[in-house]
């Protein structure tokens, strides 16, 4: 069965493809505007890796309307969790048996509910899986630690392909580096080098 797994190239999206593909015939994709290029580390990091890797296109008109959202509210949650919502549909309509994403079970954001999972397995004809869905933090640490290298840092220094980035590239073009620590909280994100 073919898997895509939505992909940032961040330690919770290498654990779940390496949690799933003893199962899966994996593809990590990687959803993007294309506003930055921040995308290409995280394939780099599925061809490190051996797995293949696509790019999902979403429209722009998603972004700028997550934007809207984070500078209404003044915090990222909501607009993160639309585009979430969205890249699973586009990745649930791309032709996957079974679609996947890095949410563990204390994430904030973005998360899919019991209901937002069946309608996607219904309307899509797709299985939703979140291999990650019954780990928390702590455990997810502890399997990283042993399992996978990573590179550490502040949000605004490390390249993933989350759409964090690309939001926040979208929101400093509009309102200003400024709008970025008004409306992000600082914390540190990760970016996967290899496997041990």
Known sequence: MHLGLLYSGGKDSTLAALLLEDFYDVTLVTARFDVTDDWKHARETAEALEFEFQPLDLEREIAEEAVARIRD??????????VHQHALEELAAAGFDAIADGTRRDDRVPTVSRAQAQSLEDRHDVDYIAPLSGFGRQAVDRLVDAHLEVTVGPSEEIQRADYEAELRAIL?????????????????????????
């Open 73 to 82: 509210d003044g915090f990222p949650r909501n607009g993160i969790q639309h």
């Open 172 to 196: 400093a073009a509009e309102a200003g580096p400024e709008a970025i620590a008004d409306c992000f909280p600082d914390h540190e994100q990760t970016y996967v080098t290899d496997v041990r």
